[in-house]
């Protein structure tokens, strides 16, 4: 065996293309094609039922459709603004700070992913509905949420943020401190080191999380029907339209779904492409 040169590296030689693949690999790879198929054929199957039967070009062009795809799309976005908002600095908090009760705190942010979306939209009516513990305070700004637009945003926010909490969180704690304490000693103030620093070291998992917030927000529907009610044109996302058309015409429910999919699927495939070609920009991999 050849010696190495100090600081030189082994390379494990490459499996040639000739050998046999094992029962095990076999088996990982018929275990991962299935649960492909388990997780894309029902969302084929929407799409194709929609497509064949015409129901989607038709859904497309429907203005009562359109509406509820923009009023989708415009409270996923306030949401994401919230989440942004408030969900950054409890990422960094719980990431970077020990206290007492953060066991606790870690608990109310991990919550709501595990409680039904009904639930969830109960306890908010709880706390912010005309009669919950908060509601005499906006009665007397002589502000109502239940059944308001504001009430679907802060039902999204509720049941996404959390996602994205655990995903910043995760991705705070993975950076160097050495390369911010190299600020600091440069003279770098706090939110200096933190928006070159930090955040830019941070950014795969932020971004990750900002993109499972938003598609949780996108198909919200428990929450959002609890506390905000379906009223057409303020309320009614694309999900709640779905629902309402299934009661009357499964044609006509499945072109609405068949609308949803393709526009969360366009958004999630660009946003992957994005991350992609800006790692290939730099040099590395996303």
Do not use: C
Request: aromatic share 6%; no cysteine.
């Amino acid at each position: 065996m050849t010696a190495l040169a100090p600081g030189q590296v082994r390379v494990p030689a490459r499996t040639s293309p000739g050998r046999p693949v094992s029962a095990a690999q076999l088996g990982v790879v018929a275990a991962s094609v299935i649960a492909l198929l388990f997780l894309g054929l029902p969302v084929a199957a929407i799409v194709a039922r929609a497509a064949l039967s015409g129901g989607l070009v038709d859904a497309a062009a429907s203005g009562a459709v359109l509406d509820a795809l923009v009023l989708s799309l415009v409270t996923t976005l306030a949401s994401l603004a919230l989440t942004l908002t408030f969900g950054m600095p409890l990422a960094f908090v719980l990431a970077r700070r020990e206290f007492r009760g953060k066991t606790i705190a870690e608990a109310l942010v991990d919550l709501p992913i595990v409680l039904p979306p009904s639930v969830a939209g109960l306890g908010l009516l709880l706390a912010f509905g005309t009669r919950g513990l908060l509601g005499g305070a906006f009665g007397v700004a002589g502000l109502s949420i239940p059944f308001t637009t504001l009430a679907v945003v802060l039902a999204q926010t509720f049941v996404s943020a959390p996602l994205f909490v655990r995903s910043a969180r995760t991705g705070f704690r993975g950076v160097d401190h050495d390369q911010e304490d190299a600020a600091r000693v440069d003279g770098a103030a706090p939110g200096s080191v933190f928006r070159h620093v930090t955040l830019p070291l941070a950014s795969g998992a932020v971004g990750a999380g900002l993109v499972l917030a938003w598609a949780r927000a996108l198909g919200e529907f428990g929450a959002t029907i609890m506390f905000a009610g379906n009223v057409a044109g303020r309320t009614r996302t694309l999900p709640l339209f779905v629902y309402s058309e299934f009661q009357s015409s499964l044609d006509a429910s499945v072109a609405a779904a068949a609308v949803l999919v393709l526009a969360a699927f366009g958004v999630l495939v660009a946003v992957r492409l994005s991350r992609w070609r800006t790692g290939a920009d730099a040099g590395a991999l996303p």
